[in-house]
């Protein structure tokens, strides 16, 4: 018994100084921080090629396959999903994939003053094929299938786009998604609405919060955030990846040690801090139709817990009134005014003086199946609705 007794624990300080081992490389070395947190290496394309989008079940010619410049010189690998509607008027070019029949999907998008057009943002590892990414693409665009469009990159670093993952690269992609919306196909910021999931939705409230903030403010119709997160020191308190593998969850017992190795952290994405600064934007200016903002969460995540849509939620209200309102008060508050779906959720929302914040929690969606949930199809209808009452109908 005792030498068993010895034995386990040899094997426990082994473990330990092992874990905390890679910890130390992890902070002596950032790049081992990129490839842990981004997953970019994790390609989940099963050997498709990202060039032929009918591979992940879209029709002929339904999506144009094409780059983006940054601003600091990487390609970025995108997708323009045609809504179904613009697809099915023009099967018969689009199928005869000759060279105008790419330059005639950008047409459909430009030209029809009713297309509206949703930025993705997806989450970490994998590519834009990834996963539930394919079938989220059409459930954005299910409310209003004639109209939706879906824009779509793989940030630097991941697919087939160039370079490295970091938080001010991911920022430049972002802009360069919007720049190429705005200007190169030149859709209005009023027809469009930025959906973020999981590691996007930190990547599209940094973008929407840097164009709210420049001294001519760019606004869009609506943003839509599934699975969000508060902060990466927050984040990494709980996170498992895969929801299996833990990062700093085993320091969580230790306070003082955890706040040490997440003093490190290479990547903070402060989205908590951004959002609060996006609404603060919007408050103060912001668009002639206001914004609105929608947060969406499942109970059963085991990615990203959905306290942090209710942390972030509550930065958002602190940031768009001036009374001041304790995080506990206004959960009680919350659970006053939410309306209840049973096994469907909840969702409860706030009118600001300039807009709307809402969040739904669903009891059931995991943390990528959401994505193509009715839920969320509605909240890009809604968004799309904020600037345009009449759209959809």
């Known amino acids: 018994m005792i030498s068993i007794l010895v034995f386990a624990t040899k094997s426990l300080v082994v473990s330990i ?28 394309a ?8 009918e591979a992940f079940g879209f029709l002929p010619g339904q999506v144009t396959s094409f780059s983006i410049p940054t601003s600091d010189g990487e390609k970025l690998h995108a997708w323009h999903i ?32 009713e297309a509206r057009l949703v930025i993705y943002f997806h989450g970490t590892a994998g590519c ?9 693409y059409r459930a954005l665009s299910a409310a209003a299938p004639d109209k939706i469009h879906v824009l779509t990159a793989d940030y630097r670093g991941y697919g087939l786009s160039s370079g490295t993952p ?55 119709s609506g943003m839509v955030l599934v699975a969000p ?5 927050t984040l990494m ?13 085993p320091l969580a017992w230790f306070p003082p040690l955890l706040a040490f190795f997440t003093s490190f952290l290479a990547n903070t994405w402060m989205t908590k801090d951004r959002i609060a600064e996006l609404v603060r934007s919007l408050e103060r200016g912001g668009s002639g139709h206001g ?39 206004l959960e009680c508050e919350k659970r006053l005014e939410r309306k209840d779906y049973g096994h469907g959720g909840w969702s409860v929302e706030r009118k600001t003086p300039k807009g709307l914040i809402r969040q739904e929690r669903l009891r059931f969606g995991v943390h990528d199946t959401i994505m193509t949930f009715p839920t969320t199809s509605l909240a890009i209808l809604r968004a799309f609705q904020a600037a345009d009452p009449g759209f959809g109908k």
């Open 128 to 136: 834009i094929a990834s996963g539930w990414r394919p079938e989220s």
């Open 237 to 249: 308190a709980t996170y498992r990846i895969a929801g299996v593998v833990p990062v700093l969850s």
């Open 82 to 113: 045609l809504s179904l509607g613009a697809y099915r008027q023009n099967q018969d070019q689009l199928l005869a994939r000759a060279p105008e029949s790419k330059n005639l999907a950008l047409d459909l998008l430009q030209n029809d003053p």
């Open 17 to 44: 100084c092992s874990y905390l081992g890679i910890l130390g490389l992890m902070i002596a070395f950032p790049i081992l921080q990129t490839h842990l947190f981004y997953l970019h290496r994790v390609k989940q």
């Open 166 to 220: 970091s938080e001010e690269g991911l920022l430049l992609d972002g802009i360069a998604l919007v720049k190429w919306a705005t200007q190169d196909a030149g859709i209005p910021p009023s027809r469009i609405v930025i959906f973020g999931q999981s590691l996007g939705t930190a990547v599209a409230v940094s973008v929407t919060q840097h164009l709210a903030s420049l001294k001519s403010p760019v606004t869009f």
């Open 291 to 329: 914004y609105h903002l929608t947060l969406i969460h499942a109970e059963d995540d085991p990615i990203i817990g959905c306290a942090h849509s209710d942390v972030l939620f509550w930065h958002a209200i602190t940031a768009a009134t001036s009374k001041e309102i304790a995080y506990e008060e």
């Open 229 to 233: 997160f508060s902060d990466v020191a």
């Open 46 to 53: 099963w050997f498709k090629d990202l060039n032929i989008p």
